[in-house]
């Protein structure tokens, strides 16, 4: 989303701080004419970035799911003819016209953004007690309650075991269903207060509901769906030559990325106990090895510290 991250790990807002910012844009390798798009404008770091490199005859397109992102990206962009705005999910950005003629470059900041977290009332984190949502689209959609009240125990669990890795899912989702009759989840310190009654504090530093809200969020949004609908997307719009610079927060972001880059290298695949699998045509290779934020841009921005960036051209 375009800043800086964190992972509910502190009480206090840090301040806004775009993620490998300069990597991210030089993975672009900016043209002055050329046609770009950040698919997740969150508070626009990386997209001013990009226009300050731009000329005249360049174009921006900016596209956030988040009604707050995208009255952001209007109030600072709207006046500059090179700038177009969409409010969507950067999945269906091959259905927006702006993209018809090709696109020279694309740029993703995935997960959840600094101001989401920030904001109390957007549900994100437990270090506030808020309403329990998480939705990045506040238009549309389920909310984390409006899942965890009708999902059933087996659901509950799946998505904290697949999303966030939690080894006590099913002894949550135990609890959450069997509490939920009498006093239905409907705000963050409910729930983060019954997940540590269940689990207990056994990790220094880390509070037990750090995974159970990453995965919630995760489901809410659909956010692996959405990345991988977006991936295909980006390779359908990118012209030949054109980049794909995407920064992710989660091993399971990174993997789908790294996964969809290898896949479409024209690299034989298959396991060394098999037959190998015929590639497919060659459409995309890695420029260069997955980046890190530095040992000073984490120190001086410590939601930074999961980032990996990948970047990729496009082939044929």
Known sequence: MAQSRNTNSGSA????IPVMLGEAVEGLAVKAGGRYLDGTFGRGGHARAVLSRLGPDGRLLLMDRDP??????KAAFADDPRVS???ANFSSL???DETAAGLDGILLDLGVSSPQLDEAARGF???ADAPLDMRMDTTQGESAAEFLARADEREI???LWQFGEERHARRIARAIVADRDATPFTRTGQLAALIERVVGRREPGKHPATRSFQALRIRVNGELESLQRGLEAALERLKVGGRLSIISFHSLEDRAVKLFIRDHSGRTQGSRR????????ARLAPVGKAQFPSDAEQAANPRSRSAVLRVAEKLA
């Not at 807002?13 to 806004?16: M, V």
């Not at 707050?68 to 990206?73: F, G, L, S, V």
């Open 274 to 281: 098999g037959p190998p699998v015929a590639a497919v045509p």
């Open 68 to 73: 707050q992102a995208i009255a952001a990206a």
């Open 85 to 87: 705005i969409r409010h």
């Open 94 to 96: 091959a259905e927006w």
């Open 157 to 159: 669990s799946d998505v």
């Open 13 to 16: 807002p840090l301040q806004h």
């Open 125 to 127: 984190s437990f270090m």
